[in-house]
């Protein structure tokens, strides 16, 4: 019988099949038991090989290619899972200084407390004028933010409610170059409450936007 690459993988399921065999801490045992296997039947099978037709070296040395291989991708699985699970670790700790910070998100909603209400986006290009209208939960428009010309990439505004109520508002910026639009992605600005592992994803949870994703965060304030 010759020693197969798949005959191998079968080993290698096998191995993992084996009580224990799918903790990360005995990948490595696992690996070297199917080294010892393959060396085993390999010997064995030598050792009763037809004297007339023996098995060449080519033939030999594919073989312990092929276990090298199965051996190396093993290895390289643990190492990986490894590093995989310290990252998740270091972002978890990098998360916890984000509580009590404000954050940047793509979205149009604004919170207004204490007669005051703050938001930011994003310019595709430089604008000539740029508008930023303000919206009640009716959708309608209680006020306009002329903002005047602006560079390219991200700016923040402020806008006093004066004698609108406090609550949540929604806002929409139009940009103008001559005649030109200019692209203008609304971003909102949150506070961060906690963070939390979902899975190995980190999720912050934000004083008015609920939980997000951390790599929905386009800034840090």
């Known amino acids: 019988m010759a020693l197969t690459l798949e005959t191998m993988n079968a080993l ?22 199917t080294s010892e296997t393959f060396l085993k039947l390999l010997v ?29 991708i093993q290895t390289l699985n643990t190492t990986m899972g490894q590093l995989a699970s310290q990252f998740t670790q270091l972002q978890a700790l990098q998360g916890v200084s984000l509580v009590g910070r404000h954050i940047v ?8 407390a204490g007669g005051r209400g703050e938001g930011a986006f994003a310019l595709a290009g430089a604008a000539d ?18 903002l005047g010309a602006l560079s390219a990439g991200q700016h923040d505004f402020e806008w006093p409610a004066g004698k609108q109520p406090d609550g949540s508002y929604r806002f929409r910026v139009s940009a103008t170059a ?24 980190l999720v912050l949870d934000t004083l008015n936007s609920g939980p997000v994703d951390y790599a929905a965060v386009r800034a840090v304030n």
């Open 129 to 146: 004028a740029v508008k930023v209208e303000v919206l009640d939960g009716s959708g309608r428009v209680v006020d306009t933010l002329a």
């Open 105 to 112: 998100l793509e979205g149009s909603t604004m919170a207004v």
């Open 12 to 33: 290698n399921g096998a191995t993992k099949g084996a009580p224990g065999g799918a903790k990360a801490g005995d990948a490595a045992g696992a690996g070297q038991g």
């Open 44 to 72: 064995t099978q030598m050792q009763n090989q037809d004297p007339l037709n023996p098995m060449d070296n080519a033939q030999v040395t594919s073989q312990i290619a092929q276990i090298n291989t199965v051996t190396g």
């Open 178 to 201: 001559g005649a030109a639009t200019v692209g203008a992605t609304p971003l909102v600005v949150d506070q961060v409450q906690a963070v939390s592992l979902v899975g190995s994803r």
